[in-house]
Structure formats: structure tokens, C-alpha cells
């Protein structure tokens, strides 16, 4: 994997512009497959049929199947990939570790804690889940982040890992204390909480648009700072910029797209590590083109691993959730394996 | 339009300088410096002198690096302001400030795979906004950047693969192109071999030239004598000797500040001050024989 990178990262593409075109055409692609392809028995023709005649009147079951269910899924997997691809490159550019991924660092799991907790205490509108998400992914951001500065862990990658594991360990098993003495709850629980875009519709898309345009909006706006940060804090300050302010921004743009994102699929690991270090190893280690990559790469790896999640073992579904961590295990290993971390 | 320039403005304006606001005054008045509940320098007064090169030496904990970070706004003051150009450093805004003065921390670190172009090209940061991105000026500014250190060749490199000169004379590449009048470095050629320290100090020489004021901290006393127009010698938090080297640096001084013996000779090709027989004390030596 590591001489892949390597070719990857001396090959670098003059133009940005190319590479981004190349990835949302892959994209565009696998959007396709994921209409067609399903663990039902609507296979890719009938689908293919379906899609053809989506603008007149008839219709049937592929149709009902394509516009209600796989539809809706698309695209809460193409929202959901890219909040999580771009969370995990803003966290990973504002702790200075490429292992800093939202899923690991009890980011999502503090959002799910608080979902969880939630819905025990009779929420359940859509708006409020989202919004309770968010606030406790920014609870998880800033618990991981407190911990890391107890004794100088954040100097060492590995071990502000060891602290978001233990973080997220916890709350895993707070909610799931929770889900044993509410069946309530359970059932309302139990399939989000491991991550999926199973069964969900468009509707709980909508009141994630108002949080996900101000975290765009203050990514936009952060992108250029963030890029100097990277050249260290006093030179930073040096140029002109705000270190402190950055970092606090940042931590709440990543509180809400992971937050909006665990709303909409539950928490999913690992996709803010592989995709932030996939689009490193294609464009190089400026912030600025890694989040423009995250845009297509995320979903690109969110859709892709919905589709797989169908297809292996049908009538039924992996949760996405669990496949993640099988794509994103490997990387994980491989990152830390690697002889010499790449610096941030 | 006339070839006359009159003296005036020829002593305003030096040619070539790449700064916009030449001749700055940076001075320091009563200030008070601390880390934490320690203090490391009380009611300092200084006026660096514009358009030189000033160096800033003492013996290790002196408070030399405190001082530059006092200076480029590193660190708050407890009391008293840094003024530039009469204006105090803490309230200008950061930006503003950033037009103004440029600084090097120590040892800085390019991300991997940052190329010479790519660093270069963050000293337009204090210039462009969010509106204002980048302009066919800022490449033009790069360009001369790069060209001043010469590093044109090196521009696509990255700069982890560059020698320990060439990758210094990048990251001053980046704060000329930061067209500020004023520059601080932290030690600029620390884990520098000698060729390399020659390299980025006849550099700095060249900005001076140009018209920038340059303030460094540098631990080695012989290459202050002989690249700096003004020295500041420091001990325990204060400023006991500053003017020109040759006419600052003492053997009494020395001993000062280093608790060593030397003698001093004058460079006769620069007329620089040279430190020879430099040795311990002799009562340290007897204290350490018995």
C-alpha cells in the first residue's frame, strides 16, 4: 500500500481540475450502479427499464423501488460520504494527525450517545435528532480533544487514537445500556446505531441542509487558514491568522457534518480516515485540494460500500457500518505500520 | 519626466527595495515580558535601527527568543508596548500587522511534500482575502521572491528534499514575499553547517540592502560581529551592551555574557571584531583542577 501512495504522490497530476473531473465521473458511475443494483429482486434491467421511463405515468414495482427506496438511499450516501470525507480532513488537518478520524475519536459515537438518549426521553423529530446529534458530536470533539492535552498526548498520533477509542468504547456502551432497559428505544435504535442508509427517506435529508451550508460556507472560509496552520502555529500567526479561532471553528464544522451525518446513517467509521488519506496520496498534503477531493471521494466510497453492503449477502444487508470498518481496518493498520507517519 | 532624483528622496527610497513601507521604526518601551508567573524581562527600552541588521546575543536563557517573540506578538506583553511606526503592535489588527512585519520562527517545518513555489506562495496570505484570492500581481511577487533567493530552478522541488540552506532560503523566500518592511528571524542558521550559514546570512545582508530592517537572534557571536550593523547583547533579562560591534564587543563584555576569556582582533578584510584565544575563566579552571 505504501509504494502505491508513493506512486500515487510523485505522479501528481498538474491540474487539480482533471483529477476532480475523472472522480465525480467514477462517481456519477457508481450513483448509477447503486439505482440499479439491489437485495431485492428487482434486478439491474428491470431497474435499467424503470429509470428509462421514470418520466411518464407508469410505473409498478421497479419504479416504486427505484424512486422510494434506492433513490432516497443514493442520496442521503452522497451527503453523508462527503460530510464524513470532509470531517475527517478538517480533524485530521487541525490535530496534525492523519489518524484523526471522526468515528475513532468518539465524535460519532457522542453524537449517537446523545441521539440515543434523545429518543429515551420521547424526542423523535427529525430537526431535533439532527440538531441533538450535532451537539454531541461536538461534546466527543472537544472530550477527545481535552484528553489530548492532558499529558502531551496529542504530540503522539497514536495515543490521541488510544484516547478516542476509550472515549468512544464508553459511550457505546453507555447507549447500549440504555437500549437493554428501554425496548422502546431498542427498536427505534438498533439498526441506526450500527450505521446504515437502509430504510431511510428523503424527508430526514431536509433538516440536515440548514447546518451542512454553514459548515460549507465555514470551510470555505477556513480552508486558507488551515493551510498555514500547517506550516506551524507561529508561523501562522506570522501571516496574519487566527490559530485559536481556526481550531475552534474547525471543531464546529466537524461537529456538525458529523453530527448531520450520524442523524442521517448512524455512526460510520473509518470513512473520514480512508478518504481524507486517499485524496493526500492522489493531489499531496495541501488542505485546500485534500477537501476538494474528499468532495466526490467520500461518496464515491459511502455509495460503493451501500452497494456492496447489498449484494453480499442477499435478501438481506451487511449494515454499512460494519463494512466500513472492514474497508477501513486494513488502512488503519497500514498507516500506522508505515515506517514513518506522514506529518501534517 | 527627469533623470534627477534629489538627495531627499534617494535617502527615502532606496531602489530596489521590495518593501512597501521603507525605513520603519520599530522601538520598545518599558517592556515587560513573562511565561507564566516567571518573569524574563522587566521595562525594557530599545530603538532598532532601520534598514540594518540587528542582532540580538547572550548566553542560553538570557531572554533573547522571549524578546523576539515579545516583538513579532508571539507573546502578550504584562506592561509596556512594542511600537512600529508609533503604532502599538497588540492593536493593530493581525493582518495589518502581517503587511508590516514578517517572522521566521526557529526551525520551521514545511508539511511533506510542500514544494519552494507552494511554501513561497503562503507569504501572500496577509495580502489576499477571502474575496481577493490570487491575482497576477501576487505570482509576479512570488516570482521576484524566488528569484532574490534564487531559487528559481528549485521552485517545483519539495522542500523537505532541499540542503539545510537552500530549504532556510525558502522559508525567507516566503517572507519577502510577504513585502513587509520589517523581518525577524529566530536563529536562522541553527543546525546550519558553515557554508550553509554563509548562505542564508549573505542573503539577509542583501535584504538589508534592499531596504528591510532585520532583527535576528543568533547564538554565535562571531557571525553577529560579522554580519549584523547593530548588536544588542543581553544577560538575565536585560540589555547590557548595544551599538555596532566594533565598538560594543569587548573582552569585558565576553566575560559577561559568556564567563570566558578572549582576545579581540579586527577582521582585516571586514573590520569586523575577531574573538581568538577564547578559554574558560581561569578560577573556573582552577575550581574544576582541584
Not at chain 2, 531559487?151 to 510577504?178: E, F, H, K
Request: hydrophobic share 50%; charged share 15%.
Amino acid at each position: 500500500m505504501r509504494v502505491l501512495t508513493h506512486c500515487l504522490s510523485f505522479g501528481k497530476p498538474r491540474s487539480l481540475i482533471g483529477l476532480w473531473l475523472g472522480l465525480t465521473g467514477l462517481l456519477a458511475a457508481i450513483a448509477l450502479s447503486s439505482l440499479l443494483y439491489g437485495a431485492g429482486d428487482i434486478g439491474p434491467a428491470r431497474a435499467w427499464q424503470a429509470l428509462q421511463h421514470m418520466g411518464t405515468a407508469s410505473g409498478g414495482e421497479a419504479r416504486f423501488v427505484l424512486t422510494e427506496l434506492r433513490m432516497p438511499r443514493l442520496w442521503i450516501g452522497l451527503v453523508v460520504g462527503a460530510a464524513l470525507g470532509i470531517a475527517g480532513a478538517l480533524l485530521q488537518a487541525v490535530t496534525r494527525n492523519p489518524l484523526a478520524e471522526p468515528g475513532l475519536l468518539g465524535v460519532s459515537a457522542g453524537a449517537a450517545f446523545a441521539v440515543t438518549l434523545a429518543i429515551l426521553w420521547g424526542a423523535d423529530t427529525a430537526t431535533l435528532r439532527v440538531s441533538v446529534a450535532q451537539l454531541g458530536a461536538l461534546g466527543g470533539c472537544l472530550c477527545v480533544l481535552a484528553a489530548a492535552r492532558l499529558q502531551g498526548i496529542g504530540d503522539d498520533p497514536i495515543r490521541l487514537i488510544l484516547a478516542g477509542a476509550i472515549l468512544s468504547g464508553l459511550l457505546h456502551s453507555l447507549s447500549s445500556l440504555i437500549l437493554l432497559y428501554d425496548q422502546y428505544t431498542a427498536d427505534e435504535i438498533r439498526f441506526w446505531v450500527v450505521g446504515s442508509l437502509a430504510g431511510r427517506q428523503l424527508d430526514d435529508l431536509v433538516p440536515l441542509f440548514p447546518s451542512l451550508g454553514i459548515a460549507a460556507l465555514l470551510t470555505v472560509m477556513l480552508a486558507r487558514p488551515l493551510a498555514a496552520l500547517a506550516l506551524g502555529e507561529h508561523v501562522a500567526i506570522g501571516l496574519g491568522h487566527h490559530p485559536r479561532l481556526v481550531r475552534l471553528l474547525v471543531i464546529v464544522v466537524v461537529a456538525l457534518l458529523v453530527g448531520g451525518a450520524t442523524a442521517a446513517a448512524g455512526p460510520i467509521a473509518f470513512v473520514g480516515l480512508v478518504v481524507p488519506f486517499a485524496a493526500r496520496a492522489l493531489a499531496g498534503p495541501d488542505i485546500r485540494r485534500t477537501l476538494w477531493l474528499c468532495l466526490p471521494l467520500g461518496p464515491i466510497v459511502v455509495v460503493s460500500a451501500d452497494i456492496v453492503s447489498r449484494l453480499v449477502v442477499p435478501p438481506s444487508e451487511l449494515p454499512l457500518g460494519v463494512l466500513t470498518a472492514l474497508i477501513g481496518a486494513p488502512v488503519l493498520i497500514g498507516v500506522v505500520r508505515g515506517r514513518r507517519l506522514p506529518t501534517l | 519626466m527627469t533623470h534627477d532624483i534629489s538627495a531627499g528622496e534617494r535617502d527615502a527610497t532606496r531602489p530596489d527595495t521590495p518593501s512597501a513601507t521603507p525605513a520603519p521604526d520599530m522601538t520598545v518601551r518599558d517592556l515587560s515580558l513573562s511565561y507564566g508567573p516567571v518573569a524574563v524581562i522587566e521595562n525594557l527600552d530599545l530603538r532598532l535601527p532601520p534598514g540594518r541588521v540587528t542582532a540580538i546575543v547572550g548566553p542560553n536563557g538570557c531572554g533573547k527568543s522571549t524578546l523576539l517573540a515579545g516583538l513579532s506578538r508571539l507573546l502578550k506583553p504584562r506592561d509596556g508596548t512594542v511600537l512600529l511606526d508609533g503604532a502599538d503592535i497588540q492593536r493593530l489588527p493581525s493582518r495589518q500587522l502581517a503587511k508590516r512585519l514578517a517572522l521566521l520562527p526557529q526551525q520551521p517545518h514545511a508539511p511533506e511534500a510542500l514544494t519552494v513555489a507552494e511554501l513561497v506562495r503562503f507569504g501572500r496570505h496577509p495580502h489576499q482575502s477571502w474575496l481577493r484570492q490570487w491575482s497576477p500581481e501576487d505570482k509576479r511577487i512570488v516570482d521576484a521572491a524566488l528569484d532574490m533567493t534564487g531559487l528559481t530552478p528549485l521552485a517545483q522541488r519539495p522542500v523537505d528534499a532541499l540542503s539545510g540552506g537552500q530549504r532556510q532560503r525558502a522559508w525567507i523566500a516566503m517572507a519577502i514575499a510577504q513585502q513587509t518592511a520589517t523581518l525577524l528571524l529566530d536563529e536562522p542558521t541553527s543546525a546550519l553547517d558553515l557554508g550553509h550559514q554563509v548562505e542564508v546570512y549573505e542573503l539577509i545582508q542583501s535584504l538589508a540592502t534592499a531596504g528591510k530592517t532585520i532583527v535576528m537572534v543568533i547564538h554565535d557571536l562571531a557571525s553577529a560581529c560579522r554580519y549584523a550593523d547593530h548588536l544588542i547583547a543581553m544577560h538575565q533579562g536585560r540589555v547590557v551592551a548595544e551599538g555596532p560591534p566594533g565598538e560594543t564587543v569587548t573582552p569585558a563584555l565576553v566575560k559577561r555574557l559568556y564567563g570566558v576569556e578572549c582576545s579581540l582582533m579586527t577582521d582585516p578584510a571586514t573590520g569586523a571584531p575577531l574573538l581568538t584565544n577564547v578559554r574558560r575563566t581561569r578560577d573556573v579552571l582552577d575550581g574544576s583542577a582541584t
